[in-house]
């Protein structure tokens, strides 16, 4: 049998160390080694026992989470999982992260927060034991190969109609390794269609940074949105994204619906609608994330005439969404995080 993973609670809510302490103690396969109101504290307290995972609160008195998370990566690399208030506020704070090196986020709203952890701690177990096996050297240094040029700059002809499309889905590590992909990118690359796991309005503040950092621009869809190149569309938290067809252009369509294989925004909602509408005109490519979600859609695509990559074990943060798509033969080729973005520019995408 083995050993429990080990985490450590870093909150300066004392309801939510214990409410977190008392649900993950539950379970058999979660030991909860300490807890602390601040990092300073933290940071002695886990001299004596290093957690195997770190829950991690942003907003704290005397350190604040990114500077801990930060220096914690410089000097001792540990999966840290950001527990956050689901505000604009937390949420932008929360992104900034998630790119430090964070591997995933659970909220926790202002009000109602024991029924709330409670509501959602299978979820929670999942994601801690995911981020315990999650391998932090893996993703590449994020910056782009070449300096970002201001979006003024852009050509007009982003405007043209295009029937090219990359369809990308990712979950835990996966705002790194977007960032990673998507900086080295060119500012008329082929649009592209996002679902990256995240809950509602951190996925607003990701494409914003994203924005900044890119030469093409990104941004959060909106119902509706034309798919050119040039344009990054990230499936907002909560709402599912669909590729549709509207005459000679792709648009996208956002709209609320059941969550599929545990999750909303779902990357086989979104790579399902791309076999069914762009069919051999689309590329797929799924990395670094936990669960299956995505390997049917990627199959869909694939049986479709699509091109379609997996992101390889080594580079991914977590190898489950790229290993269940190779499994069932839905990906044609598996690539290392470093080489996606030159695929992305160098596929030959057949119209």
């Known amino acids: 049998m083995k050993d429990p993973i080990s985490v450590f609670i870093v909150d300066d809510s004392a309801v939510v160390r214990q409410v977190l ?33 770190i829950v991690l609160d942003v907003e704290m008195p005397r350190m604040d989470g990114i500077t801990f998370l930060k220096k914690l990566m410089k000097e001792r690399p540990t999966p840290v999982v950001i527990c956050s208030t689901l505000t604009e506020k937390g949420a932008d704070t929360t992104v900034q992260a998630l790119s430090a090196g ?3 986020i659970i909220t926790k709203p202002k009000i109602g927060l024991r029924d709330f952890l409670q509501a959602g701690g299978q979820h929670m177990v999942h ?51 977007l960032e990673t992909v998507l900086t080295r990118l060119p500012v008329d690359c082929p649009g592209i269609v996002v ?92 990395m670094t994330g936990m669960g299956d979600d995505g390997a049917q859609g990627l199959l869909a695509m694939r049986q479709a005439g699509a091109h379609t990559i997996a992101q390889d074990q080594e580079s991914s943060v977590v190898f489950g969404m790229p290993r269940e798509a190779i499994d069932i033969g839905a990906a044609a080729e598996v690539l290392p995080l470093g080489r996606i973005a030159d695929a992305i520019v160098g596929c030959s995408l057949r119209r």
């Open 195 to 286: 679902v990256q796991h995240m809950p509602e309005k951190f996925t607003a503040a990701f494409a914003q940074r994203l924005n900044r950092l890119c030469r093409c621009e990104v941004r959060e869809a909106v119902d509706g949105d034309r798919v050119i190149p040039g344009l990054v569309l990230i499936a907002p938290g909560g709402r599912h994204m669909q590729l549709r067809r509207s005459g000679a252009q792709y648009r996208v369509g956002v709209a609320d619906g059941p969550p599929v294989n545990r999750h909303k925004p779902s990357v086989d909602v979104l790579f399902r609608s791309v076999a069914q509408t762009a069919g051999r005109n689309a590329l797929g490519i799924i």
């Open 21 to 53: 302490s008392q649900l993950l103690a539950a379970d058999p396969g979660i030991r909860v080694s300490g807890t602390a109101p601040d990092p300073i504290f933290a940071l002695q307290k886990m001299q004596r026992d290093w957690p195997d995972v």
């Open 127 to 177: 994601v801690l034991k995911a981020a315990a096996r999650a391998r932090l050297a893996a993703v590449p240094d994020p910056r782009p190969a070449v300096m970002p040029v201001p979006k003024s700059q852009a050509p007009l002809a982003m405007a043209c109609t295009t029937d090219q499309v990359v369809s990308l889905g990712t979950s835990t590590g996966g705002t790194q390794a």
């Open 102 to 104: 964070a591997v995933d």
